[in-house]
């Protein structure tokens, strides 16, 4: 129940859906969309108001989330919440040695979750690494990453959380201890130099090929054999072209199972 509890709460279910701003909404649109919105924001902001828009979410896209999350820590739906729990409590239960991470947290809500288990299961001795650059994406390097050449999740504002939120988001749990360690920076600085002996659960969230491909390189050698490999974004091209090319180059073969519209997994053999 507790854990059940903490999906619902992390994914704010329990609660109405709030209203969303349309800025949000149109960040994926063409250009025109994108400066009306911006000129409501510039006509309403001086009167402290906001051009929303009402959301009545069918249980199934809450379950696969698919819509914007305006007040909840996860964008992960119920499905992969259920994932999440479901590799993590396996690797408990089959004694498969390793900390757990995420790549690229958001607001943190996975994160917590994981945390949350150990904390249920009163495991003491693995650590729940934080990465994130806790300023958005970077931007795109179409030299060495073609894939990500047209990529714009660099201008996604809403993307960036800072370190203190999220943070701050553990405490509300009363989930922030030393078990739960930041890793701060790009993946390209920060993931070569991790103090991680070996993985359990890696949970990549990058969005595009190059994030992908920083976690895939460096921390799928120390995943332990029966560990899980949970990616969030595969129904993006950047993602899925690197997450497909690591398997290829690599030869893995294990079953690259689906979890819902964007999520897949597998377990190292």
Known sequence: LYL???????????WPDPPVPVKHLVTYKAAPFRWLSSAFDRVLGPKQLVLCREQ?????????????????????GRKRLDNLQYCVETVLEEGVEGDL??????????SIFMRAILKVHGVSDRKVFVAD??????????????????????????LAVPQEEVENNFRLYDLLDGQVVFLKGW??????????????VMRLDGDMYESTMDGL??????????????ID???????????????AQHGISAEQKVVDWTGVFWRKV
């Open 4 to 14: 059940d509890l903490m999906k619902k709460s992390l994914s704010y279910s329990l």
């Open 56 to 76: 009545h979410n069918k249980p199934e896209r809450r379950d696969e989330g698919r819509f914007f999350p305006l007040c909840s820590h996860t964008m992960l």
């Open 101 to 110: 991470i995420e790549t690229g947290v958001w607001r943190g809500g996975a």
């Open 133 to 158: 650059s806790f300023a958005g994406l970077p931007e795109p390097n179409p030299t060495a990453y073609p894939a990500d050449k047209t990529d714009r999740h660099h201008e996604f504002t809403f």
């Open 187 to 200: 993946f390209k600085d920060t993931l070569p130099m991790a103090p991680i002996e070996k993985l359990a």
């Open 217 to 230: 390189n460096n921390l799928y050698p120390k995943l332990t054999p029966g560990g899980f490999c949970i």
């Open 233 to 247: 974004d595969y129904g993006l091209p950047g993602c899925r072209r690197a997450v497909d090319d690591f398997r």
